[in-house]
């Protein structure tokens, strides 16, 4: 039994503590047997959840506590009506192993391997240059356009329509070799290439491919030696009259770390932002998500939640889950009351507005220093750059008013605060480029850009 509490410690960990009551808490019993691990279930909708969703943490948890060199097989199983009946594999579930490498995130031509399709996505005012210029490229990639940039914050649907292009690819160009990576697998093999004299190779397998596609490529910021790999491996692409698909956080501007000539050559290609979706956007999805799921969900249940989940389609589509396992769970239909009993901490979250701390805890994250010394009275020029674009974040985005930014930025006088916003506008008037230092780097970026960064980053925290 201590060896079961354990594991689901480090699954909860993994996964985060609400993720872990919803799927986990009371909905499944762990047992250990000479095999492996069990996780037994009540019913079909919350075992082929876990096992589309949570297998690789499963197996990764097991693995910590049962050791390397045991057979850790992990099997999600439903148990029959008087629980103690047979048991039968979840259908989305197969038993996986421990030792098991992870499923891989490239597709041969003419197989489809990814999850987002762009027939599945739905379009909106907030999206709909991004989807077209997605299906574009997918129908005749390299042609009006051999690089494609989206950008906004997380849970957009920028993943969505990067996979669909590459699944479109699969169908339509099966002759065509493509590459689906994320921004931080890109870093790590290119890091294992180095230390194990194996570079040519990793150069080979990332250029020689007709598109490749890159998520979150702003995971390369501030990494210098790995922005120069990608660079070279980028010119190599373009020269050959190729496709690359990139998607990021922010504008290539708003990303600080990144160097002049990548933002260069980024900024040449279709840039084209994300936006958080609108009403009709979030009343579709969650119409399609609970179609997919073959639940009946009343029209006023889809208002309640496409008018309080807000923020981002990720927020939007995990409520609806939550909802149907809430539902699975009590063996109840789906009301309103329901959703407001089950939805309650997603609404609170999604109502709550962005505060001062927020703000300046995201600036000083994104300068490499520390809340408390933008609330200093330090001059150095690093903080006060911050200091003075946290000032103009916090006026532009709530209702307080300067003393009171001032009081809440280490009680400053309100002139403080007036001179530091003035300062910010004017600079962005002029288009500056502002410069500031981290530890053992220099960096500079157009203040603009910087400032859409960090406004895209608050976004999807404001109601």
């Known amino acids: 039994m201590e060896k079961v509490s354990t594991i689901r410690e480090r699954i909860a960990d993994r996964i985060g503590a609400n993720r872990y009551r919803t799927w986990f808490g009371d909905a499944a019993e762990f047992r ?9 279930v009540s019913n079909s909708f919350v075992g082929n959840w876990i096992a589309s969703n949570y297998m690789d943490e499963l197996v990764a948890s097991a693995q910590e506590v049962l050791g390397e060199e045991d057979p850790v097989d992990v099997r999600i199983v439903r148990l029959a009506a008087d629980g103690d009946g047979e048991q039968q594999p979840a259908r989305a579930a197969p038993t996986r192993s421990a030792k098991d490498p992870p499923p891989p995130r490239r597709a041969r031509p003419g197989r489809v391997g990814l999850r987002g399709r762009l027939e599945e996505f739905v379009v909106g005012r907030s999206n709909r240059l991004a ?33 669909g292009i590459c699944n479109s690819l699969s169908r339509s160009h099966a002759e065509l070799e493509w590459r689906y990576i994320s921004g931080e697998q890109f870093t790590n093999e290119f890091i294992y290439a180095v230390k194990s004299g194996n570079v040519d190779l990793f150069r080979a397998r990332l250029r020689n491919v007709d598109v490749l596609v890159i998520d979150d490529i702003h995971f390369l910021a501030d990494k ?13 692409i373009d020269a050959c009259g190729k496709a690359v698909v990139l998607s990021s956080d922010r504008h290539p501007r708003g990303i600080g770390e990144l160097s002049e000539p990548l933002i260069n050559r980024l900024i040449a290609g279709m840039v084209v932002e994300i936006e958080s979706p609108d009403a009709d956007v979030r009343r579709e999805i969650v119409r399609r998500r609970a179609a997919a799921l073959n639940c009946d969900i009343d029209r006023e249940v889809v208002e309640f939640i496409a008018e309080r989940i807000t923020r981002n389609v990720r927020e939007l589509e995990g ?43 995201l600036v000083a994250n994104r300068f490499g220093v520390t809340h408390e010394q933008i ?29 009171e930014i001032g009081r809440a930025l280490g009680k400053k006088n309100h002139s403080t605060v007036l001179m530091a916003t003035q300062r910010i506008e004017r600079q962005l008037r002029e288009e500056a480029t502002v410069t500031w230092k981290t530890k053992g780097a220099t960096h500079e970026a157009l203040l603009s850009g910087l400032i859409e960064g960090l406004e895209h980053e608050l976004a999807p925290s404001r109601s």
């Open 131 to 163: 989807y077209a210029a997605a299906g574009q490229l997918a129908r005749d990639p390299g042609g009006a356009f051999k690089l494609l940039v989206l950008h906004g914050g997380c849970g957009l649907g920028k993943t969505h329509l990067l996979q």
């Open 32 to 40: 250990l047997n000479t095999d492996g691990l069990d996780v037994m």
């Open 319 to 361: 409520a609806l889950y939550k909802l149907v396992a809430f539902a699975s769970l009590t063996k109840g239909p789906i009301t309103l009351d329901l959703a407001r009993t089950a939805l309650e901490d997603h609404i609170v979250r999604s109502t709550r507005s962005t505060g001062p701390d927020e703000i300046v805890s």
């Open 375 to 403: 609330c200093s009275k330090s001059r150095d020029r690093t903080i006060t750059l911050a200091r003075g674009i946290a000032m103009y974040l916090v006026r532009k985005t709530t209702t307080m008013s300067f003393p």
């Open 224 to 236: 210098r030696a790995t922005q120069e790999e990608f660079l070279h491996t980028f010119d190599a």
